[in-house]
């Protein structure tokens, strides 16, 4: 129960994170675009009202009257209003603040160049070359002459333009409220989740548990009755030959080292599958491992017997269980002797880094039939069920290659070489 409160904690967390994130940079896009879009409405209100006056002043221009008694007589929309009246060719003919003298051509002044181009322009914050102020600029052309208006920068003019956060109090406010509903939701549902999940890795369980107990029944019958045959005729008190007696005795050992075999893989795997925490880790040297294989391939029967091949140009060490990783070579190789009809067996090292290391194991036998490959790991499973028997083989052998890769972070796959001859290539997580 604690591994199971562990893991529905940490969904929960998942959970709750991920709508948190997402609730959260939601209202952060939402009050980046609000501040934008708030802080050009108030530039164009500005613009607005400096444009009414420029159009104003335009038109006396335009009419030919004294601008200048317009400038002094009519009431301005701000104070300290700067004004300027530019030829369209960009020379400064009046500045109600400037000397002429010091002002040199506007005709590519980003307002100046904006209303030639579309009739009117405005720019926010540019420092005039003139006196160093910042300014906020609005310009509108006439048929003859651009006027332009300009407010120094103060901290009047900065209130003006800056955006209403009262919002933002608003929307962190519904933000808050939404993360502790969300927090209380995603609890309840990260349970309820939860729950199902642990159901249906139960049942799930249970299948397989039911699988293998079948499984397993159905191997112990054929070396159970062996033995059984064996011994009740031993005990019958029929006259035997010592050729024969020796002959029921073999058999009799042969059945059992089968049936040793079987419960020493069966228990392995349920080891793995139910009991992985407690299998315990150290440092084990790959090449050490694939050392002992060819050591023990030596002193094998030679009609047993496959030339190695090993290919492992770096010294490969992972944080491992150095019997599970002896499994999968000592099973691997004795899939090859016993299935591949081949002569040689090639172990490769396809990449080494800091996380992983990737090895290929394959022989030059006939290989498998593409319909059997995606089933070669199951338990059990034998391609020649028959061929399997008489080999000796307790069809765990595969399936207790996969537990191993897997406890070990790591994948297996398994396909036929193009010259012929079974490829399986895995990784071990470091």
């Known amino acids: 129960m604690g591994m ?3 893991t529905n904690i940490s969904f929960h967390k998942r959970l709750f994170l991920l709508l948190l994130a997402f609730s959260w940079a939601l209202v952060l896009c939402f009050i980046g675009f609000q501040y934008l879009r708030e802080k050009e409405y108030k530039s164009d209100f500005l613009n607005a009202q400096l444009q009414q006056y420029n159009r104003h002043l335009l038109a006396t221009v335009e009419d030919g009257e004294p601008y200048e008694d317009y400038i002094a007589t009519h009431d301005k929309p701000f104070e300290e209003l700067r004004i300027s009246i530019i030829t369209r060719t960009g020379a400064v003919v009046y ?3 400037i000397s002429l003298d010091s002002l040199d051509n506007h005709r590519n002044r980003p307002e100046v160049a904006e209303a030639l181009l579309k009739g009117s322009g405005y720019h926010i914050g540019r420092r005039s070359a003139s006196d160093g102020r910042a300014y906020f600029y609005s310009a509108t052309r ?3 002459v651009v006027v332009r208006t300009a407010i120094p920068y103060s901290n009047t003019l900065r209130d003006l333009l800056k955006a209403d956060w009262s919002f933002l109090i608003v929307m962190i406010s519904i933000t808050l409220i939404m993360s502790v509903v969300a927090y209380f939701t995603t609890r309840r549902l990260g349970k309820d989740i939860e729950r199902v999940n642990r159901y249906e890795a139960e049942q799930e369980r249970m299948r397989f548990k039911r699988q293998l107990t079948n499984n397993i029944n159905h191997e112990l019958k054929t070396p159970v009755a062996s033995i059984q045959v064996c011994l009740e005729t ?9 050729e024969k007696r020796q002959e029921l005795i073999g058999r009799c050992y042969t059945h059992n080292e089968r049936l040793r075999r079987l419960l020493n893989d069966v228990s392995l795997i349920t080891r793995m599958e139910d009991g992985s925490a407690l299998i315990g880790k150290e440092r084990v040297v790959i090449n050490d491992i694939i050392d002992e294989v060819a050591k023990e391939l030596e002193i094998l029967p030679e009609e047993e017997r496959l030339m190695l091949h090993v290919d492992f140009p770096d010294e490969v060490i992972v944080d491992g269980n150095p019997s599970l990783i002896g499994s999968i070579f000592r099973n691997l190789t004795e899939n090859a ?7 040689h067996i090639y172990i490769s090292l396809l990449e080494n880094n800091e996380q992983l290391c990737r090895i290929r194991f394959e022989d030059d036998g ?3 039939e593409q319909k059997h490959l995606p089933h070669l790991f199951e338990r059990f499973y034998r391609v020649d069920k028959g061929r399997s028997r008489q080999k000796g083989g307790t069809g765990l052998g595969l399936a207790i290659v996969k537990h191993a890769v897997q406890f070990h972070g790591g994948t297996i796959t398994a396909s036929n070489r193009p010259n012929g001859g079974l490829r399986l290539e895995f990784t071990l997580h470091k």
Do not use: M, Q, W
């Not at 019958?236 to 030959?241: A, E, K």
């Not at 002797?337 to 002569?343: F, L």
């Open 337 to 343: 002797i016993a299935y591949s009809e081949g002569k």
């Open 366 to 368: 006939k290989g498998v």
């Open 234 to 242: 031993l005990l019958s008190g029929i006259s035997l030959s010592d």
């Open 4 to 6: 199971a409160s562990e």
């Open 142 to 144: 006439g048929k003859r």
């Open 95 to 97: 500045d109600n603040t």
